[in-house]
């Protein structure tokens, strides 16, 4: 029993020293969230009139206005601004202060296999980002708009509060930007041995109708924003393929190389193991 308590006493140094800089390194991602917050919330007003600015272009010149049913909304619309942009602005606080707590635990083929994984994901994000805001958000505005005029002798007109909107332009971002981590995830599956190349493409065709369903769900009821977001998910869809098969190449080619060095080593051990003989036979003769 003595020795069972030493074995635990001696194994809760460690984890305590672990879960002692896990802390740390939360409270340093916290701090960096809130710092970012406190800078975002004072630039609030520009942030949300750069949001904004696809639905201005979506109105006809003069007419475009959000409006607010609850006297504290936009001040809740300000304050999920300011949280939104402060995430962005302190991702890469958050990101090394990640890196620097999993790194000290990988060798160093594994750090080299998973840092273009960690470079290439904020990449990706902000590629789906620009996509939504850039292409998506106007088409589907403009597409939303068109439903406006008369119906029955009244009026319809468009009159979108500030807190819908905010929820709706969230949706289209963090939407259209995790989706486009699908080639981070499935290299990923493939690096970790759970996924092969020639499985995905096996289920090529099942693929395809899983990317036009979380198309459908993801993005708003419009045929335009899932269409638009569909065809770059099946893009990267392939690219990854691409790029699992060209690892798999130079894992094939790395692995010859190493079969032929091998031989040849051997090859070449031979003859200096059977010189020593030749050379006694050479002085029995004599």
Known sequence: MALKIR?????????????????????RCVLALAVGFAICLYYADPILGFLVQPLKDAFP??????????????????????????????????????????APG????????????LIATPI????GAALAYYVVMPTAFEWFLGFGGEAGGLQIEALPSAGDYLGLVMQFILAFGISFLLPVLLLLLNRAGIVTR???AGARRYVIVGIVALAAVVTPPDPGSQVILAIPLLLLFEGSLLLMRLQERKGNETGETAAISTVVDSETTVPSQSQPKSQADDQSLT
């Open 198 to 200: 020639a499985q995905l």
């Open 61 to 102: 010149e003069g007419e475009g206005q959000l409006i607010f049913t609850k006297l504290y909304e936009v001040f809740f619309v300000e304050l999920k601004v300011a949280l939104f942009a402060g995430f962005f602005v302190s991702f890469p606080v958050i990101a090394n202060q990640l890196w620097a707590f999993v």
């Open 124 to 127: 990706l994000f902000i590629a």
């Open 106 to 117: 990988l060798y160093a083929k594994e750090k080299k296999a998973f840092l273009p994984f």
């Open 7 to 27: 074995d635990i006493d001696e194994t809760e140094a460690p984890l305590l020293d672990h879960l002692i800089e896990l802390r740390a390194r939360l409270v």
